[in-house]
Nanobody, 124 residues
Framework: QVPLVESGGGLVQAGGSLRLSCAASGRTFRNYGMGWFRQVPGKEREFVSGIRWNAGDTYYADSVKGRFTISKDNAKMMVYLQMNSLKLEDTAVYYC?????????????????WGQGTQVTVSS
């Protein structure tokens, strides 16, 4: 298990930007693939973006491709999600998650550690 704490959520107008941060702890962090997921009430949690343990490969949901960028800093034990050109439909609680396989691929079953979530609200 990897303790994870998200921050950076908030209220932003459509077209604006936010950067989410995820702080991790534990000496094995660098071995983990990382991901961002989001969830709205009444819907299943969905994959947003993932990154391989060494930041060599990144993955994005089609809905965010070209607008969001994931990054991982093993030295600082941080994961970031830069969100640009935000849309109303990006409104959700965003969760950071860790994948012990190291792959960071869009498979929620492989993510075993989760943060508490941070709310992102996009207004018109």
């Amino acid at each position: 298990q990897v303790p994870l704490v998200e921050s950076g959520g908030g209220l932003v107008q459509a077209g604006g930007s936010l950067r989410l941060s995820c702080a991790a702890s534990g000496r094995t962090f660098r071995n983990y693939g990382m991901g961002w997921f989001r969830q709205v009430p009444g819907k299943e949690r969905e994959f947003v973006s993932g990154i391989r343990w060494n930041a060599g490969d990144t993955y994005y949901a089609d809905s965010v491709k070209g607008r969001f960028t994931i990054s991982k800093d093993n030295a600082k034990m941080m994961v970031y999600l830069q969100m640009n050109s935000l849309k109303l439909e990006d409104t959700a609680v965003y969760y950071c998650a860790a994948d012990p396989t190291g792959r960071g691929k869009p498979d929620i079953a492989e993510f075993t550690s989760w943060g508490q979530g941070t709310q992102v609200t996009v207004s018109s």
